[in-house]
Antibody, heavy 129, light 107 residues
Framework: QVQLQESGPGLVKPSQTLSLTCTVS???????????WSWIRQPAGKALEWIGR???????NYNASLKSRVTIAVDTSKNQFSLKLSSVTAADTAVYYC????????????????????WGQGTMVTVSS | DIQMTQSPSSLSASVGDRVTITCRAS??????LNWYQQKPGKAPQLLIY???SLQSGVPSRFGGSGSGTDFALTISSLQPEDFATYYC?????????FGQGTKVEIK
């Protein structure tokens, strides 16, 4: 059973860079299977916001609203992927989740949709001086 | 970006009630629509994908319907463990976007 675990500092100063790592375990290599690996965040009491994703080839997709500040990278040797968010402000305070972005086939098996089928437990990051 | 609008924002219901939550997309997304359940302090869990396909392990009292711009999540007989917040999500076009959530509370 694949498990994801976020790690990183819980407090970041304004204007600095937020750095988080997601470790994938229990399901073999992060490179096995056709999966993207995503980051999602959720400010307290608010909705979920997709930040971006990476394929194990290194190909990335970012939310345009954050693209200028976001870098997602993968380290297949450590079965990890990471998030860096630069120039943070209080608005970046949130619970940050990593998740597996899977192609789920339906019907006759010809069609698929992307969905987040495995999530980490989340890590709270506060931006404050 | 595609905007996802859920209604209601919250509802109160009793155990055994039939509950329906709706989600509207700002443009047609075919059936690229997923539903998640989130309990306090926990990560979301996938319930329904492709608008109406039940994720493995999810109880059959959960059902999804809709296509295009209008979708619904129905819980046929609400159980105590179903009190949570529910989110819809589109994966038709990047960036993936979520609705604002519907909180299901105990009446």
């Amino acid at each position: 059973q694949v498990q994801l675990q976020e790690s990183g500092p819980g407090l970041v100063k304004p204007s600095q860079t937020l750095s988080l790592t997601c470790t994938v375990s229990g399901g073999g290599s992060i490179s096995s299977g056709s999966y993207y690996w995503s980051w999602i965040r959720q400010p307290a009491g608010k909705a979920l916001e997709w930040i971006g994703r990476i394929y194990t080839s290194g190909s990335t997709n970012y939310n345009a609203s954050l693209k200028s500040r976001v870098t997602i990278a993968v380290d297949t040797s450590k079965n990890q992927f990471s998030l860096k968010l630069s120039s943070v402000t209080a608005a970046d305070t949130a619970v940050y989740y990593c998740a597996r972005d899977t192609r789920l086939y339906y019907g006759s098996g010809t069609y698929y949709v992307d969905a987040f089928d495995v999530w980490g437990q989340g890590t709270m990051v506060t931006v404050s001086s | 970006d595609i905007q996802m609008t859920q209604s209601p924002s919250s509802l109160s219901a009793s155990v055994g009630d039939r509950v329906t939550i709706t989600c509207r997309a700002s443009q047609s997304i075919s059936n690229y629509l997923n539903w998640y359940q989130q309990k306090p302090g926990k990560a979301p869990q996938l319930l329904i994908y492709a608008a109406s396909s039940l994720q493995s392990g999810v109880p059959s009292r959960f059902g999804g319907s809709g296509s295009g711009t209008d979708f619904a999540l129905t819980i046929s007989s609400l159980q105590p463990e179903d009190f949570a917040t529910y989110y819809c999500q589109q994966t038709y076009s990047s960036p993936w976007t979520f609705g604002q959530g519907t909180k299901v509370e105990i009446k």
